[in-house]
């Protein structure tokens, strides 16, 4: 059975109380660098249930998961007593959200794969943040939905940061909005000819190469699946590809129609910058986050190509004062919650950004991409 039942001593009716309850997570469950942001939304189990009559109920119920997350941009499965990744695909497969297996791995570094469907999420050192971002922001395609499975949450820290890409927007001066409505952005990346290059970003991982991202070892398949009007290539003489894509800053929710700030990963310094004087300064104090910052502008010189992975607003250049009202307008618009081992996070990919703190102790995290979605149907 998926629910508790009752007899309505008035009518005679079977009544089913639900087993699964709707809350917002308490102030004691948000870092307290969170903002007034109230998000994700929590489901958890109100009584001890068997893990199979909670995914009954979740499929019974899944239309209202959907909406919730549609709604809010996220939603948090909390207390349902998932304890792997099999527990997860029931879970992911329950609710009704699409696993893709072939699309997970298209980023700067080659991600391990746990299963057919999850991966390790982007190591960095534990001392160092992952600014703001959505996933698969850079590429002419995108997971509409991500999900996130704690295993373990055995730290101090490790925060995810939750940005509202709807409320982003709505928080930028008329001015500056008029300014970038329309704009795209370049993304300019490269991807290695062999597993030998180390990534810059995370030296515990191997730069990704164009035959992970493409699943082949013919350059003509590539050049099909790149013959597109918003992406440019080359072939380096390494073996190398340049990738560049042209990415809408702002984008048109497929479902709602909102308007969402696409482009969160632009920025990524400034972001990066911002994080560790606001958050990591006062956790490990001044030494620490020069450091982070430091590493991260050597990081962004490092490639004299200028193919490192960089963005730039296409036709406009904003100054240092509209640069950080943009900023401000992230951090003022997120969500930093705490994890808990078990938990299971869904995240509506166009609508909501993330991103990480530092971590002091154990937290293992595996990543699910959802079904992908060409970017031309998310232009506004």
């Not at 570094?109 to 299963?115: E, G, H, W």
């Not at 003509?220 to 800053?249: I, P, Q």
């Not at 990081?299 to 004299?304: E, L, R």
């Amino acid at each position: 059975m998926c629910a508790l039942c009752l007899r309505d001593l008035m009518n005679g009716e079977v009544m089913k109380v639900p087993i699964i309850d709707k809350r917002l997570l308490s102030e004691a469950e948000y870092s307290k660098e969170s903002t007034n942001r109230k998000i994700p939304t929590v489901f958890s189990p109100g009584t001890m249930q068997p893990f199979e009559a909670v995914l009954q109920e979740i499929r019974e119920r899944k239309d209202e998961l959907l909406n919730q997350m549609c709604q809010d941009g996220a939603i948090l499965l909390r207390g349902f007593d998932i304890k792997s990744l099999e527990d997860c695909h029931c879970v992911l497969e329950a609710i009704g959200i699409p696993l893709n297996s072939d699309d997970l791995c298209v980023g700067e570094v080659i991600r391990k794969k746990v299963d057919d469907y999850a991966s390790e999420v982007t190591m960095q050192d534990s001392n160092e943040v992952v600014p703001p971002h959505t996933e698969g922001y850079f590429w002419y395609r995108q997971p509409k939905s991500i999900s996130f499975y704690c295993e373990k949450a055995n730290c101090r820290y490790g925060e995810t940061p939750l940005f509202d890409c709807v409320n982003i927007l709505k928080a930028l001066p008329p001015k500056l909005l008029r300014k970038l409505q329309g704009k795209k952005v370049l993304m300019q990346f490269e991807y290695s000819a062999s597993e030998t290059d180390r990534s810059a970003i995370s030296k515990t991982q191997i730069k990704n190469t164009w035959q992970q991202v493409f699943n082949t070892q013919d350059k003509s398949v590539v050049e099909k699946a790149l013959d597109r009007d918003d992406v440019e290539y080359d072939w380096k003489r390494t073996g190398a590809l340049l990738v560049k894509v042209y990415v809408d800053l702002i984008a048109k929710h497929p479902m709602t129609g909102e308007k969402c700030f696409r482009g969160v990963r632009y920025l990524f310094l400034d972001s990066l910058i911002y994080m560790s004087k606001h958050f990591i300064r006062p956790r490990l104090g001044v030494l620490s986050s020069a450091k982070l910052i430091v590493k991260a502008l050597l990081a962004k010189t490092i490639d004299t190509r200028k193919v490192y992975w960089t963005d730039s607003l296409v036709g406009i250049n904003l100054c240092r004062k509209e640069k950080r009202l943009l900023v401000e307008a992230y951090f003022n618009n997120c969500a930093i919650f705490k994890w808990q081992t078990g938990d299971l996070l869904l995240v509506d990919n166009i609508k909501v950004g993330h991103a990480r703190l530092n971590i002091k102790g154990e937290r293992n995290i595996y990543a699910f991409a959802g079904e992908y979605i060409d970017q031309k149907k998310l232009e506004a």
